[in-house]
C-alpha cells in the first residue's frame, strides 16, 4: 500500500528556514511507480482549512506555489530516493499549520478530495 511520511516540521524563529521531507514508500503496489505521480503540499493552520501551497510534477519538470509562499518555499524531489522536500525560508507566524503532502497521479490539484494519498502531516510553528 502506497505510504508518504512527513518529517522536519518543528519549532523555528520568524525568518528562519526549515525543510519538509515526505517519504514515500509502496507506490509499485498501486500499479505505478512514484515518478508519475505529482506531489502536492497542503497546510492547515488552527481552525482553518486545508490548502495547497505547492506542487511538483513527477519530472520535476513543473512547480507551482500559492501567492501565501511563492518567493520564499522551495519544492524537490529526488525520484530515485522516493523523496519530495519543502525548503521554507523567511518564514512568518502565518505559516504555522500542519503540513501534509498528497501524491495525484500525473497532474497537480489545489484540491482535497482530488488526491490520492496523504500523509499525516508534521507540525510547524513559527514563533519568537
Known amino acids: 500500500q502506497p505510504q508518504l511520511v512527513e518529517s522536519g516540521g518543528g519549532l523555528v524563529q520568524p525568518g528562519g528556514s526549515l525543510r519538509l521531507s515526505c517519504a514515500a514508500s509502496g507506490f509499485t503496489a498501486s500499479g505505478f511507480t512514484l515518478d508519475v505521480y505529482t506531489v502536492n503540499w497542503f497546510r492547515q493552520a488552527p481552525g482553518k482549512e486545508r490548502e495547497a501551497i505547492s506542487c511538483?510534477?513527477?519530472?520535476?519538470?513543473?512547480?507551482n506555489y500559492a501567492d501565501s509562499v511563492k518567493g520564499r518555499f522551495i519544492v524537490s524531489r529526488d525520484n530515485a530516493e522516493n523523496t519530495v522536500y519543502l525548503q521554507m525560508n523567511s518564514l512568518k507566524p502565518e505559516d504555522t499549520a500542519v503540513y501534509y503532502c498528497?501524491?495525484?497521479?500525473?497532474?497537480?490539484?489545489?484540491?482535497?478530495?482530488?488526491?490520492?494519498?496523504w500523509g499525516e502531516g508534521t507540525p510547524v510553528t513559527v514563533s519568537s
Open positions: 498528497a501524491a495525484r497521479f500525473l497532474r497537480c490539484s489545489k484540491y482535497v478530495h482530488e488526491m490520492n494519498y
Open positions: 511538483i510534477t513527477g519530472g520535476s519538470i513543473v512547480t
